[in-house]
């Protein structure tokens, strides 16, 4: 079992900038396309942002382009969302994810969750 574990989550105001980090264990990090998700309160998870195994490659939900940025460092096993400009609609729990799919955007193509890190935007 491959074992994620977000941290960088916290309180900010809007148009603030957080950084979440996702550490992996158990494989080869770089064998996995890594995702990120969120649920705000009251809400069903969605899809945030996802890369390929390489890095090469990412894909944004539209709410968040121009404003947050996926990237990885294989060498560290670990993935990271930069968030900028944030908004109050950004507070969600945000959950990163590993699987074995090219750019996933659904859940259900995801072998693996972390237990989330809770971002909360104020205003």
């Known amino acids: 079992q491959v074992q994620l574990v977000e941290s960088g989550g916290g309180l900010v105001q809007a148009g603030g900038s957080l950084r979440l980090s996702c550490a992996a264990s158990?494989?080869?990090?770089?064998?996995?396309?890594m995702g990120w998700f969120r649920q705000a309160p009251g809400k069903e998870r969605v899809f945030v942002a996802t890369i390929s195994k390489s890095g090469g490659n990412t894909y944004y939900e539209e709410s968040v382009k121009g404003r947050f940025t996926i990237s990885r460092d294989n060498a560290k096993n670990t993935v990271y969302l930069q968030m900028n400009s944030l908004k109050p609609e950004d507070t969600a729990v945000y959950y990163c994810?590993?699987?074995?799919?090219?750019?996933?955007?659904?859940?259900?193509?995801?072998?693996?969750w972390g237990q989330g890190t809770q971002v909360i935007v104020s205003s």
């Open positions: 158990g494989r080869t990090f770089s064998s996995y396309g």
């Open positions: 994810a590993a699987g074995g799919g090219y750019l996933v955007t659904v859940g259900p193509g995801y072998d693996y």
